[in-house]
């Protein structure tokens, strides 16, 4: 098992260019979550998909728009970089019960000049 | 609204010493707490979480953590500390009753071992 794979692994970006961050996770499991890390700022959660079929906004969905291909892939899509949104961003899956452990991608490097 | 903390930016440690590393929270219902830990370049790894039931909490590597709710506090410790446990070191929290699949996760804190 692979678990959660994510592409690119590192992608430089002009501001105003547009990319997608693909996430496929080969555990089965029923929901999906994207997230970016900052320095001394945590993980923040942008995006998630408790199932197939449904995606909700977290704490930083502004600038950033989400696709639940299938219940493997999750995809996150910046449609107008900016350099606000340098940043690491990482894919985690989790079983369908709040209370089920993340399992987490390795993560994407973006720059945005 | 749910919330994490971790009050210490690093923490620093000779191997074989004892370790803690501080988390509180604060939910409006009951919490579901995670430990997650990061090596340089890769993403989270989970060590231990607290659902319900007994307040001490074992996980990976040795580590476990002790729920206090009077505190509102989910400490991980471990006995004797190894230069390979540096690393970042993330509590989480999930609100039971209106957090729903949101959690939140602490700034992290830098664990330091030194040989």
């Known amino acids: 098992n692979a678990g959660v794979t994510q592409t690119p692994k590192f992608q430089v970006l002009k501001t105003g260019q547009s990319m997608t961050l693909q996430c496929a996770q080969d555990m089965n499991h029923n929901s999906m979550y994207w997230y970016r890390q900052d320095p001394g700022m945590g993980l923040r959660l942008i995006y998630y998909?408790?199932?197939?079929?449904?995606?909700d906004k977290g704490e930083v969905p502004n600038g950033y728009n989400v696709s639940r291909l299938n219940k493997r892939e999750f995809s996150l899509r910046l449609e107008s970089a900016a350099p606000s949104q340098t940043s690491v961003y990482f894919c985690?899956?989790?079983?369908?019960?709040?209370?089920?452990?993340?399992?987490f991608g390795p993560g994407t490097r973006l720059l945005v000049l | 609204a749910q919330s994490v903390a971790q009050p210490e930016d690093q923490v620093n440690v000779a191997e074989g010493n004892p370790l803690t590393v501080k988390c509180t929270y604060s939910?409006?219902?009951?919490?579901?707490l995670f430990w997650y830990v990061q090596y340089p370049n890769r993403g989270l790894q989970f060590l231990l979480k607290?659902?319900?039931?007994?307040?001490l909490v074992k996980g990976s590597y040795g580590f476990e953590a002790e729920f206090n709710k009077s505190q509102t506090s989910f400490h991980l410790k471990k006995p004797s500390a190894l230069v390979s446990d540096s690393a970042l070191y993330f509590c989480?929290?999930?609100?039971?009753?209106?957090?729903?699949?949101?959690?939140?996760f602490g700034a992290g804190t830098r664990l330091f071992v030194k040989a």
């Open positions: 939910v409006s219902g009951n919490p579901y």
């Open positions: 607290y659902i319900t039931g007994d307040n």
């Open positions: 998909s408790a199932s197939e079929g449904t995606t």
């Open positions: 989480a929290v999930r609100d039971s009753r209106t957090g729903g699949f949101k959690t939140i």
């Open positions: 985690a899956s989790s079983k369908a019960r709040t209370q089920e452990t993340q399992y």
